[in-house]
Structure formats: structure tokens, C-alpha cells
């Protein structure tokens, strides 16, 4: 089991950056892949981001494409969301994830095992 723990959500305004991280621990060496998911209220999750840890190959939704960057930091045991241009329907509940299935989509929640307690981002002005 990977254990992770993600800091950094805030309030901000319209327009604002946030950097989120997520430090990661336990099992890691048979981590595939580490993504980004997010929720908001009366919505289901989803995809916002992921990195592949064989060639650090990085894939991010549509509605996020251009404003947020996935990164890791194998010295830190870390992985960030840098997200510019935050948008009012940004706001969510932001959680990490990791998976072990080479053979899972990066966009399918149920194949990543481990996952964080989650981080509030919350844009308004």
C-alpha cells in the first residue's frame, strides 16, 4: 500500500494559482502511475491529471488542458498540481492516487488502489 498525503488547497480568486502536493510513501515501488482527481458537491470524480512513473509521460483532462502541470520530485517522495488560472468550477475536493496496473486507463478512478484524504480548493471571488 502507498501511503499519501496531499496540502496546499485554499481559497483564492478567480484568476489565482495554487500549487497542490502530495507526498507519497509505503509501496512505491511498484507504482505505475500517480494522478490527480478532483470533486465537488453532488458530482462524481474525476480525472484532472496523472503522470506515468516509467517515462514521465503526463496526460490532463480537457477542462484543465494549458492552465495546471502534473510534476514529481523522486528527492521529495513528492508529486504537484500546479494549477494557474483557477476558474469558479475548479472548486473540488483535489485527491491523489495511485495504481499499480499498467494495463488501466488514466482516467478510470476504480483502478487507482491507494488514495489520499484529499485537499479543498475552493474558487471565489
Known amino acids: 500500500q502507498v501511503h499519501l498525503v496531499e496540502s496546499g488547497g485554499g481559497l483564492v480568486q478567480p484568476g489565482a494559482s495554487l500549487r497542490l502536493s502530495c507526498a507519497y510513501s509505503g509501496r512505491t515501488m511498484s507504482v505505475y502511475r500517480m494522478g490527480w482527481f478532483r470533486q465537488a458537491p453532488g458530482k462524481d470524480r474525476e480525472f484532472v491529471a496523472r503522470v506515468n512513473w516509467v517515462d514521465n509521460s503526463e496526460a490532463y483532462a480537457d477542462s484543465v488542458k494549458g492552465r495546471f502541470t502534473i510534476s514529481r520530485d523522486n528527492a521529495k517522495n513528492t508529486i504537484y498540481l500546479q494549477m494557474n488560472s483557477l476558474k469558479p468550477e475548479d472548486t473540488a475536493m483535489y485527491y491523489c492516487?495511485?495504481?499499480?496496473?499498467?494495463?488501466?486507463?488514466?482516467?478510470?478512478?476504480?483502478?487507482?488502489?491507494?488514495w489520499g484524504q484529499g485537499t479543498q480548493v475552493t474558487v471565489s471571488s
Open positions: 492516487a495511485a495504481t499499480h496496473d499498467p494495463t488501466s486507463l488514466s482516467t478510470e478512478a476504480l483502478k487507482y488502489a491507494d
